[in-house]
């Protein structure tokens, strides 16, 4: 199983980026998929996260209503369009799925790294002010 982020670059503060994730080995078109991001220096932290059945989506509170998050089943992708960037947004992004299929969880069960048992190699975004 592979999971590849693309789509990651240099943007000016108050622009967008579309950051995809394409997995690869197994469908993930029932499974919880999410994003992550890490700055230098700092702990990997949640960013945003859709439910197996794409009906729920959830959000760091730093990133809401700037960020959403969707997924392609057909593609077997998931997508992260970003917009309103801020310079504090840089980071590497990785993607991240769960390998189970069909299960709900409680919410914050969602923001947690545990939860997720692929990983992709990140993408880096920057934000300059």
């Known amino acids: 199983v592979q999971l590849q982020a693309s789509g990651g670059g240099l943007v000016q503060a108050g622009g967008s980026l579309r950051l995809s994730c394409a997995a690869s080995g197994r469908t993930f078109s029932d499974s919880v998929m999410g994003w992550f991001r890490q700055a230098a220096g700092k702990e990997r932290e949640f960013v945003a996260a859709i439910s197996w059945s794409g009906s729920m989506t959830y959000y760091a509170d730093s990133v809401k209503d700037r960020f959403t998050i969707s997924r392609d089943n057909n593609k077997n992708t998931v997508v992260l369009q970003m917009s309103s960037l801020k310079p504090e947004d840089t980071a590497v992004y990785y993607c991240?799925?769960?390998?189970?299929?069909?299960?709900?969880?409680?919410?914050?069960?969602?923001?947690?790294?545990?939860?997720?048992?692929?990983w992709g190699p990140g993408t880096q975004v920057t934000v300059s002010s």
């Open positions: 991240a799925a769960d390998s189970r299929r069909r299960t709900t969880y409680g919410e914050y069960e969602y923001y947690r790294r545990s939860l997720y048992d692929y």
